[in-house]
Structure formats: C-alpha cells, structure tokens
C-alpha cells in the first residue's frame, strides 16, 4: 500500500521541492483525498508551494473543506490536521543523514528508471547499513522503535 501511494500520490507531490517530511507527509495525505489536481500549479495550495510560501500553503488546506459547496465537519477536522502536521517541525527520526540521502535518491532513481550501476551502489550501502542495524539491535534487543522502522526502511528498499 505505502508503494502505491508513493506512486500515485506521492509522485505530485515530489515535484515540489523544498518540502520536509512532516510537509510531504501531510500534503500526501492531502492528495490522497482530494487527487493530485488540489496541488495544480493553478491551485491556491500549488501557487504557494512553489513560491515556497509555507504558512499561505498551510492556510489554504483549510478551504478544502467542502463538498457539495457546504463545509463538512469530518473535512474540517481532516484539514486542520493536515495543515498542523504540515506546520509542525519533524521530529528525529532516528535516521543518519546519510541513511536520508541513500534512501531519498534510490527512491528517486527507482522512480525514473535511472542510473542501475548507481542503484546498485546505493543498494549496497544500505545492505551495508541495514546488517549494522540487525547486529546493534540482536544486542540491544530492539528496545528502540527508531532501530526497527531504520531497519524495515531499508529492507523494503534493498530486498
């Protein structure tokens, strides 16, 4: 499921750089249910993201609250959700930034279809890192959530 959301909704809303996980994480969300047209460049939403206007690009998921013309209550609520998790600053989440970078370009390179020799590097490097992972966590006896979800990331990516 999370695959096929990444490539049907998280394919719009990679187009738009700049975006921290907590952004990307809502807007997804965002796309999700209302499809990928509510972040058109000629959306208020798309306007601001692009022009990096991130508090005006969280205002504007509010008015996305509607159907049949009249605000509903569990939109609302869904809204203002997504527009606090898009403002909120993402907390650790327990990944080097190296893991980060491996994992956002092979992501990306997947996606296009790119570069095999540099996937393959990449796949090597969190093999690599995932073994490290499994051995640290085998003496730690997996007592920090971040290890696992750390280890599942780059499993789904390397298998």
């Given at each position: ?53 991130w508090g005006k690009a969280a ?39 190296s893991e980060r970078r491996w ?57």
């Open positions: 499921m999370m695959r096929e959301i990444d490539a049907t909704y998280g394919a719009a809303v990679n187009k738009i750089s700049g975006l921290n996980q907590n952004q990307h994480d809502a807007l997804v969300s965002f796309v999700y249910n209302v499809g990928p047209g509510g972040i058109a460049p000629s959306t208020g939403i798309g306007k601001a993201l692009r022009a990096k206007q205002d504007e998921l509010l008015k996305w609250d509607k159907a049949g013309g009249r605000p509903l209550a569990g939109l609302t609520r869904r809204r203002k959700a997504e527009r606090a998790l898009f403002l909120s600053k993402p907390e650790k989440s327990g990944y080097t930034d994992m956002r370009e092979y992501d990306q390179l997947l996606k296009a279809k790119k570069d095999k020799d540099r996937r393959r590097v990449l796949r090597r490097s969190m093999t690599d890192q995932r073994k490290r992972i499994w051995r640290a966590a085998q003496t730690s006896g997996w007592d920090k959530a971040d290890r696992r979800a750390r280890y599942r990331s780059l499993l789904a990516r390397t298998t």
